[in-house]
């Protein structure tokens, strides 16, 4: 089992203190590729291996001394738990609704490269 704070700020070796977040990166991705391409299972398949990191990291309820969390010390950490999801859901949902408005804009992914498409009128 992995060892961690408890509670306080975000560590900078803990994937939630990372400014940038693979999560937003391929679900931007996703939604910009072509319904149904390569491309978009890809991301969508990357953005969740990526949350099933984080839930794996939040799920551990182990202290720095390696010992299993009881009590107060428990239910604080559930709290923080339970914070991060919430922080974590509304990244994923922020990053769908940037892809859609990129997609709107004529931003396309394809062939690993997010371009922005002529629109013709």
Request: aromatic letters at 8%; charged letters at 35%; hydrophobic letters at 30%.
């Amino acid at each position: 089992m992995g060892l961690r704070p408890v509670s306080g700020p975000v560590e900078s070796n803990q994937k939630f203190g990372r400014k940038k977040n693979m999560i937003r990166t391929h679900m931007i991705r996703a939604e910009t590729s072509q319904p149904m391409s390569k491309d978009q299972y890809r991301h969508e398949a990357n953005a969740f291996w990526e949350l099933r990191t984080h839930v794996k990291y939040l799920s551990e309820i182990t202290d720095f001394k390696g010992d299993e969390m009881k009590g107060h010390q428990l239910r604080k950490y559930g709290l923080e738990v339970i914070e991060r999801l919430q922080q974590l859901t509304k990244k994923i949902d922020d990053a769908i609704e940037e892809g859609k408005e990129m997609k709107a804009d004529g931003y396309v992914y394809e062939n690993y490269e997010l371009t922005k498409k002529e629109v013709k009128q």
